[in-house]
């Protein structure tokens, strides 16, 4: 039996009780780490040599295959896992993601992890790796982020990026990531807090604690956003600018929907479902109000009426929204509130899908989804996403993941609202 001490975490003062946490019944351990749970028995072993040179064991899975803690040893246990080709064979910080008793660990197929359960003074450690399958279903991955920009601001943008310059920011070279004048970059994801300040002045542009808020950016000056990760309390340092000197670039040529997606798009406008407002920026994040649109369009289209009753909110008048509302497709967030302009996810546009085909009286197929991160489903959208997946509406995003919380784009809005027209209809 393999351990490790975990020195971080002396200074905590745990109870020392023990008690076991039983598995589930169709799950097991990994051989000779019984601390450590896997929901399949690995399919074969292959030598592994760590970064720092050690031998050690590497234990491959079959795809889907989930992790979890096994063995609590103390009141305070969990199960914590890393990529070790990014950060070496052990650190603690932002790159250290924490799954607690209750949580469970969905690996990426093709890539090796690091996983160590822990209590306040002991530890149990291994290497794993799913075998990646070589089905090629679903729907295209998104292309990686142009000019190298961050995973997470490439994400947060709603117009790629056209290159990098650099800039002396407190006597040091910072990559700067140019954007035409104009692209809204979202700041928060209702989960941390960032900002965005103007480095020649000084002066805080745009702010966002908890909520989703936009820096539209000037033609003017260089931008440095500043992202908290709320968990570890550290930052992310980002710079941005818009192209050319002073000046906006000449305006572009009308944005084309992807080709995977180019068909279903043609068919949405010619039938009327897609309004006009929804025939551009394809490539960006839809909103909750905007997926509404498509699913109203889809709605009247199919019955041939419109739909008169409302309900409302204090802080939308969008009649595409009281609308949906009214069909219970869709519901507020409190307060009276719908949040017409906020992040519209995956999972949430499987929900509004769900409920749409509910409301024209033609059920989908149901059955239990079968991604790799479905312990990353919300209770309150898993039967919607096994129903998108029996009915091929919606699809995963690659390697068997269906990435619940990722932003849907207008495109694949689209796409999926056309799919459900051609069961419904």
């Given at each position: 039996?393999?351990?490790?001490?975990?020195?971080?975490?002396?200074?905590?003062?745990?109870?020392?009780?023990?008690?076991?946490?039983?598995?589930?019944?169709?799950?097991?351990?990994?051989?000779?780490?019984?601390?450590?749970?896997?929901?399949?028995?690995?399919?074969?072993?292959?030598?592994?040599?760590?970064?720092?040179?050690?031998?050690?064991?590497?234990?491959?899975?079959?795809?889907?295959?989930?992790?979890?803690?096994?063995?609590?040893?103390?009141?305070?246990?969990?199960?914590?896992?890393?990529?070790?080709?990014?950060?070496?064979?052990?650190?603690?910080?932002?790159?250290?993601?924490?799954?607690?008793?209750?949580?469970?660990?969905?690996?990426?197929?093709?890539?090796?992890?690091?996983?160590?359960?822990?209590?306040?003074?002991?530890?149990?450690?291994?290497?794993?790796?799913?075998?990646?399958?070589?089905?090629?279903?679903?729907?295209?991955?998104?292309?990686?982020?142009?000019?190298?920009?961050?995973?997470?601001?490439?994400?947060?943008?709603?117009?790629?990026?056209?290159?990098?310059?650099?800039?002396?920011?407190?006597?040091?070279?910072?990559?700067?990531?140019?954007?035409?004048?104009?692209?809204?970059?979202?700041?928060?994801?209702?989960?941390?807090?960032?900002?965005?300040?103007?480095?020649?002045?000084?002066?805080?542009?745009?702010?966002?604690?908890?909520?989703?808020?936009?820096?539209?950016?000037?033609?003017?000056?260089?931008?440095?956003?500043?992202?908290?990760?709320?968990?570890?309390?550290?930052?992310?340092?980002?710079?941005?600018?818009?192209?050319?000197?002073?000046?906006?670039?000449?305006?572009?040529?009308?944005?084309?929907?992807?080709?995977?997606?180019?068909?279903?798009?043609?068919?949405?406008?010619?039938?009327?479902?897609?309004?006009?407002?929804?025939?551009?920026?394809?490539?960006?994040?839809?909103?909750?109000?905007?997926?509404?649109?498509?699913?109203?369009?889809?709605?009247?289209?199919?019955?041939?009426?419109?739909?008169?009753?409302?309900?409302?909110?204090?802080?939308?008048?969008?009649?595409?929204?009281?609308?949906?509302?009214?069909?219970?497709?869709?519901?507020?967030?409190?307060?009276?509130?719908?949040?017409?302009?906020?992040?519209?996810?995956?999972?949430?546009?499987?929900?509004?899908?769900?409920?749409?085909?509910?409301?024209?009286?033609?059920?989908?197929?149901?059955?239990?989804?079968?991604?790799a991160d479905n312990a990353s489903i919300a209770g309150w959208a898993y039967d919607a996403v096994g129903q998108m997946q029996a009915t091929g509406v919606m699809n995963g995003v690659g390697d068997n993941a269906f990435a619940p919380n990722d932003d849907y784009t207008r495109e694949a809005s689209i796409v999926t609202i056309m799919r459900l027209y051609d069961i419904v209809k």
């Amino acid at each position: 039996m393999k351990k490790r001490t975990l020195s971080l975490f002396l200074a905590l003062v745990m109870s020392l009780s023990l008690m076991v946490v039983p598995a589930f019944a169709a799950d097991t351990t990994v051989p000779d780490h019984d601390w450590i749970g896997c929901s399949n028995a690995p399919i074969r072993t292959e030598d592994y040599t760590t970064t720092s040179g050690l031998k050690d064991t590497l234990y491959i899975f079959p795809e889907g295959t989930t992790f979890f803690v096994a063995y609590r040893s103390a009141d305070w246990s969990a199960l914590t896992a890393y990529d070790p080709s990014e950060v070496g064979d052990i650190t603690f910080g932002q790159d250290y993601a924490f799954y607690s008793e209750t949580e469970r660990f969905a690996p990426e197929p093709g890539k090796v992890y690091h996983l160590v359960v822990s209590d306040t003074m002991d530890g149990q450690e291994c290497y794993i790796e799913l075998e990646a399958s070589t089905d090629s279903s679903g729907e295209p991955e998104d292309p990686e982020p142009t000019s190298g920009v961050p995973e997470w601001l490439a994400g947060k943008a709603d117009q790629a990026s056209t290159g990098t310059t650099t800039a002396t920011v407190n006597g040091e070279q910072q990559t700067v990531y140019l954007f035409p004048a104009g692209t809204k970059i979202f700041l928060s994801d209702g989960d941390g807090y960032a900002s965005a300040t103007n480095i020649a002045t000084g002066e805080v542009v745009a702010r966002g604690d908890g909520y989703p808020l936009e820096l539209t950016l000037p033609a003017d000056g260089i931008y440095e956003i500043k992202y908290l990760h709320v968990m570890w309390n550290d930052y992310d340092y980002y710079y941005v600018s818009a192209n050319g000197a002073g000046t906006a670039e000449p305006e572009q040529p009308a944005e084309q929907p992807s080709s995977w997606a180019a068909e279903q798009v043609t068919a949405g406008i010619e039938t009327g479902i897609v309004p006009d407002s929804l025939q551009s920026g394809y490539k960006q994040a839809a909103t909750r109000a905007e997926f509404c649109a498509l699913a109203t369009g889809l709605y009247e289209t199919v019955t041939g009426s419109e739909i008169t009753d409302r309900v409302t909110f204090t802080d939308t008048t969008d009649e595409n929204v009281e609308k949906m509302a009214a069909l219970g497709v869709v519901n507020g967030v409190g307060d009276g509130k719908f949040e017409p302009n906020g992040q519209l996810t995956r999972q949430a546009a499987a929900t509004m899908l769900s409920r749409l085909a509910d409301a024209l009286d033609k059920p989908l197929t149901e059955q239990a989804p079968t991604f790799a991160d479905n312990a990353s489903i919300a209770g309150w959208a898993y039967d919607a996403v096994g129903q998108m997946q029996a009915t091929g509406v919606m699809n995963g995003v690659g390697d068997n993941a269906f990435a619940p919380n990722d932003d849907y784009t207008r495109e694949a809005s689209i796409v999926t609202i056309m799919r459900l027209y051609d069961i419904v209809k």
